[in-house]
Nanobody
Framework: VQLVESGGGSVQAGGSLRLSCVVSGYNFGSYCMAWFRQAPEKEREAVAYINDDGRAAYADSVKYRSTISKDNAKKTLYLQMNSLKAEDTAMYYC???????????????????WGPGTQVTVSS
């Protein structure tokens, strides 16, 4: 399974971005997937999650500002982020939990595969 993110960039506070993650692999529809982010000198944190049935969960820091979705036909995971803040600045990673075995979606150790990341920079 390989993952490649895109869609990052530099935006002003209040702006929007849509991140994409193309996932190779035969069973995309059965994967549980998530977006994580890591800012300089900070730990990687979970941002949003979507399970194989399409149910989503969000970190409090992005709830009501972000939407995670997926397109099974395109094998692509998305993260729409609105009302961006300077504190959203980070490298964003998509991740796959191939067999949906995570005890808690926000644990990074639950994910088998990771993309190289896409940088999001929000200026205030």
């Amino acid at each position: 399974v390989q993952l490649v993110e895109s869609g990052g960039g530099s935006v002003q506070a209040g702006g929007s971005l849509r991140l994409s993650c193309v996932v190779s692999g035969y069973n995309f529809g059965s994967y549980c997937m998530a977006w994580f982010r890591q800012a300089p000198e900070k730990e990687r944190e979970a941002v949003a999650y979507i399970n194989d049935d399409g149910r989503a969960a969000y970190a409090d820091s992005v709830k009501y500002r972000s939407t995670i979705s997926k397109d099974n036909a395109k094998k692509t995971l998305y993260l729409q982020m609105n009302s961006l803040k300077a504190e959203d600045t980070a490298m964003y990673y998509c991740a796959v939990d191939q067999y949906c075995t995570a005890g808690y979606w926000a644990w990074a150790t639950a994910y088998n595969y990771w993309g190289p990341g896409t940088q999001v920079t929000v200026s205030s």
